[in-house]
Structures are given as C-alpha cells and as structure tokens.
C-alpha cells in the first residue's frame, strides 16, 4: 500500500489558498516548509501559543498526502484555476510506501550525552557507559527526547547547579526527563507539572523505566495542591521551566512564589531576542540573566532576592 506525495511550489500569497483546496480535494494531510531549508536562505520561523503569526516563507514548498487511486491531473488542474494560473505550479510528486512508523521514529534517537556523567538513553538503546547516571527514556506522547537544544540547556544546568537533597519543581514537565534528571542527580524531593494529562501519563510511565522511587516523585496536572501536600513548605530550592517565551511571562508569579529565598530558576524555551522581555518581567522577583546559550535558544537563570 502507498500515498501520493504532491509537493507544490508556491509564493507566500498562495499558500492558504492551495492548502485549503487541496484538503477540500481529499488530501489527508499538509505539510508547509521553507523551500530553502537546508540552506545558506533558511528563515527560521516560531510560534507560540495563542499567539497569530501572519509571517510565512516567501518561497514555500506545499505538501498534500492523498491516497494512492486519487488522479494528480485532476488536482493540478483545480489548483491551476483556484490560483488562476496559466497553468500549474512546479511540482514534485513522489510515493509514500506503508512502513514500520515507530522503528522508523526510534531510528532518528540515539543516546545523547549531556556530561562526563550524565546520558539520555532512549528505551530501544543500550547504554554506552554504564557508570554513568542514564535516564531511560520513550517519550510517547510527550514533548521531551533531550534531543532539542532547550531541553540540553535545562539538564546541563541541573547536572552542574544542583545540589543533594534540594527539592525541586519542574513545570511543564512533558516525558518528565528533567524531573526524573533532577531526582537521579540527587534531589531529594520533586514535583512535574503538565496541562497536558497524556504527559502525566508518559512522565509516570519514564519514572518507572528509571526506578524513581514513588515517594520521591510526583507528576501532577495542578501545582496547588501537590506542594503544599508533598513539600514540607510550600517552596523549592529549584524551579525549571522549559516551555516558552509567552506562557513564561503569563505564569511567572506562579513559579517565583515556589521558590524559596535565595532558591533558583531556571527558564528555557526561549529565543534570544525574547530572552530581554522575559527577564524584565522576572527581575520583580529575581536576579536573572542569560546564563547559557545554544543555537538560537538561550537559557535564562535567576536567583531569588532575599527580601
């Protein structure tokens, strides 16, 4: 079995316009990406939740998925008059053969080595140093392979800054890697925070993977009630939040309340030139700055003011 590829080659101005009727002409799916990725031209572009960005590609490769018996003469046809068009845009039409998807995914995930001590080890590897601390992970439905830049930035500052028996929040917590790093590190106590409840499930089901001791750990859809009840105080000593740039600022005075005085935080997922607005608005709270950087994505970290 297989599906028709049909990638389009269109301007800015087209692109609503070809994607709305090839999806009204039975595609099962689109795909939109700069035409000069993998270039010396590549723009990068990023959204945000809740946030409209009208910005696309100038040049822009459009990619509808169709099934196999679907005529690609006919849908060249009704894209040439929709934009009306002399005749077809350039094209590119390939076939998509039915494969194993999840050993194709795992293929693309190797163990990543974050320091001398510490590796992420996807469930289908073998750790390469066993004497190392490994965080066996299958991220599932869950944001959080350790691959992206961000997630890098968060464990390298929890391997180098944390310390035996600090207690600590991770919110947004995803697959929970960062949650279950911290406890492997050496916390004594931790708290993953995720809206999204199938990333409870999947940090629950990585906590199990790595033998984290359930007394030690807990993922939750709330903050409100779980510190008060799993913390001694209702602070930490550290808070890591990998989300991004706007839902930082919309929780900051959630996360500053749970840290304790003098306690940390440390934020990701946020571009360089967010990384001013970000820390103007912690700065009420926190002495905060860029700390760390990889790529576009820099990692911000404040301590706590005293009084």
Not at 120 to 144: K, Y
Not at 262 to 271: F, M, P, R, V, Y
Request: glycine content about 4%; proline content about 5%.
């Amino acid at each position: 079995m297989y599906w028709n590829s049909l990638t389009l080659d269109v301007d800015a101005a087209q692109v609503e316009l070809v994607s709305e009727k090839c999806f009204e002409l039975g595609a099962l799916s689109i795909d939109i990406r700069d035409a000069a990725a993998d270039t010396a031209d590549e723009k990068p572009l990023f959204g945000e939740p809740d946030v409209i960005h009208d910005e696309i590609w100038d040049h822009t490769f459009v990619s509808a998925l169709f099934e196999h018996h679907v005529d690609i003469a006919i849908i060249l046809q009704e894209i040439k008059q929709t934009l009306n068009l002399p005749y077809p845009p350039k094209y590119a039409l390939a076939q998509v053969h039915e494969q194993d998807w999840v050993k194709l995914t795992q293929s693309q995930f190797d163990p990543i080595k974050i320091s001398q001590r510490l590796w992420i080890v996807p469930t289908w590897h073998t750790p390469v140093d066993t004497n190392a601390i490994n965080l066996i992970l299958d991220p599932g439905r869950a944001f959080g392979t350790g691959s992206h830049p961000t997630t890098q930035l968060c464990l390298s500052w929890l391997d180098q800054q944390l310390q035996p028996g600090d207690s600590v929040l991770d919110y947004g917590c995803g697959s929970g890697i960062l949650a279950i790093a911290a406890l492997k590190l050496g916390a004594s106590r931790v708290i993953g925070v995720d809206i999204d409840a199938n990333a409870i499930q999947a940090s629950q089901e990585n906590a199990m993977i790595n033998h984290c001791n359930p007394q030690s750990i807990l993922f939750s859809t709330s903050l409100n009630l779980p510190i008060a009840n799993f913390f001694e105080k209702r602070y930490v000593d550290k808070v890591v939040a990998n989300i991004l740039a706007n839902p930082l600022i919309l929780l900051a005075p959630l996360l500053a309340n749970a840290v304790r005085k003098e306690g940390q935080i440390a934020l990701s997922g946020i571009l360089k030139e967010q990384a001013d607005e970000v820390c103007q608005c912690y700065r009420q709270w926190f002495d905060i700055d860029i700390v760390d950087q990889k790529d576009d994505w820099v990692l911000l970290v404040g301590t706590k003011y005293l009084d």
